[in-house]
């Protein structure tokens, strides 16, 4: 990263950031003032679908990215949904992974949680990560070293004085988001029917589901996998646990979340979870289990209660299958 | 409602939602800035909690109503939860219907979905309704008689030039928004497993599920119903279906979606689903189904096309029991 300006990269993106909320947000009101429609291309199932305004986005953030950096890379969902491999492309040459508009289904249906995402990676690590979901008011922004923000006034977490500890009884007490996700398929022991187990499992009453049971204080899918993080950033998801999603789904909010002090590793548990080393999540695997920032108690460090919640997590779900070539 | 001031009543109402949404944010920033913590208590479950943010607003709510309205009637969550019985409470008197901070859990968590959640509802019906979400920017407001509107410059549903059908084959295509809620006993057939085969049936690629599953677009859950219901007076959630929640939860989000063109009806599928007349759900009744509003297509009104999709998901859903005294 030596010859790289991390502060004037930071500067553009956050701009960046904000130019490509405001084009989400101009095409999110010509709909509602009726001067617009949102036409919808099916990808590969009936709620995989790709606007307009996802092209276009993804469009205005390259040329500005490649005029302003030429000999960076440039990963983005639409460009890349087009070729024909699904190769992990990122390498240790600086490159911008970027979802033009994540929650393609909520902007469709005028939910409020769709927003750009805009990340910068240097060596398969997300230094830079921008979010801004327009019609939330919510900006997010991070830079290796710098901390996350929100609105750029406002540190993540949330609460910081002090973090708040992790709960030893956790998940119960928590706040845990997952996504249903595209794949519906009714296939016996498939990767819906897992992620539900997982999810009962998380939901029901402690000492329930032969002792899988986790209590949690809630359940919360908002159909994007960005602010899933970016929320985790905040301190508000204790817990996000999610696969199947892709690089630039993940890209700017791990490095919001990382900048707020959370931990990012895979979903999937390993044979023995309980002991495990705890590794970071890689960027491109489809996989991810996010754990808030938490302060320290009781003799137990911020990390061992995060990596104690991690464990708790991998005891109540099941292993999914998100393979892909390249990873 | 002869000698009833509406014009005026709603002024008042739209004014106290403002300013208990102030107390709301205030009381988040308080915690934000270190400056105070959230104390919760259980009530009936370890996720049934409140805090005294509940309390303060509550009782600030009740006194502005009680002063500027001595002869209306007052029912709010946290003075009722103090008494011993579950009766419902509100008859043919102009009655005030309060949820102080609807989305408890969210709010001790700081998760931006928390609301103060006022009705007004005179011989049954809800004919004013005040949502206002701070942290989210989002104040939601109707009156009898002169629609649904956010932020008070934006009429709902938010796409309405014009209102879009319904498809067909709806539930496919559909925003499908639901809650875990609170009930998390690990019992066979229990209302828990009761709702998860409910979403999983509406969830799942059309054909799955011995015919049952639904295919829709998008699986959401905020953890505050009235949340749902604005984001169905959005026209954002096509359809919201839950059991277990009570009259202030739903009494304000109710009359936004009325005015706003949706339709309210009950939960649990009656034995006839596919030729029952559809009744305006009862607002006591803890049992809910939601959908929004409809534009008319091919020959079908937007009434006829809300009906067809109630139906369609009465087919997929399980009969849920949250019987009450007095309903």
């Not at 909320?21 to 709909?31: F, H, I, T």
């Not at 993540?156 to 997952?178: D, H, T, Y």
């Not at 999937?268 to 979870?273: A, G, S």
Request: proline share 5%.
């Amino acid at each position: 990263m030596a010859d790289l300006d991390l502060d004037e990269i930071y500067r553009f993106a956050i701009q960046l950031g904000k130019n490509a909320g405001d084009m989400l947000l101009s095409a999110a009101n010509a709909r509602i003032n009726g001067t617009a429609h949102a036409v919808s291309t099916e990808k590969e199932s009936a709620v995989d679908l790709v606007t307009q305004t996802d092209e276009d986005v993804e469009a205005f953030i390259k040329q500005r990215i490649l005029s302003m950096y030429p000999d960076h890379k440039f990963v983005g969902e639409e460009s890349y949904s087009k070729g024909n491999s699904k190769q992990y492309l990122i390498d240790h040459a600086p490159t911008w992974c970027v979802d033009p508009l994540d929650g393609t289904v909520n902007y469709i249906h005028l939910v409020p949680f769709y927003c750009v995402s805009i990340g910068f990676v240097v060596n398969h690590e997300p230094v830079i990560g921008i979010v801004n979901a327009p019609f939330l008011h919510q900006l997010f922004s991070a830079c290796k070293g710098k901390g996350a923000w929100l609105n750029e006034t406002q540190q993540l977490p949330l609460l910081r004085n002090p973090i708040p500890p992790l709960r030893q009884e956790a998940p119960k007490g928590c706040v845990f988001s997952c996504e249903w996700g595209k794949d519906r398929r009714d296939a016996r022991d498939g990767n819906l029917q897992r992620k539900i187990e997982s999810f009962v499992n998380m939901a029901t009453e402690l000492g329930g589901r032969h002792g899988k049971g986790g209590m949690v204080h809630g359940v919360r899918s908002l159909g994007s996998a960005t602010l899933d993080l970016a929320y985790c950033a905040m301190g508000s998801f204790d817990i996000w646990w999610e696969g199947g999603c892709w690089e630039w789904d993940v890209c700017a909010g791990i490095c919001l979340l990382n900048e707020a002090g959370g931990l990012v590793t895979t979903a999937n548990p390993p044979d023995d979870f309980d002991t495990a080393e705890i590794k970071p999540a890689n960027l491109g695997g489809r996989l991810y289990l996010a754990i808030r920032a938490a302060g320290g108690s009781d003799g137990e460090t911020g990390r061992q209660a995060q990596e104690r919640t991690a464990r708790a997590v991998w005891r109540r779900v099941r292993t999914l299958d998100y393979s892909r070539p390249g990873v």
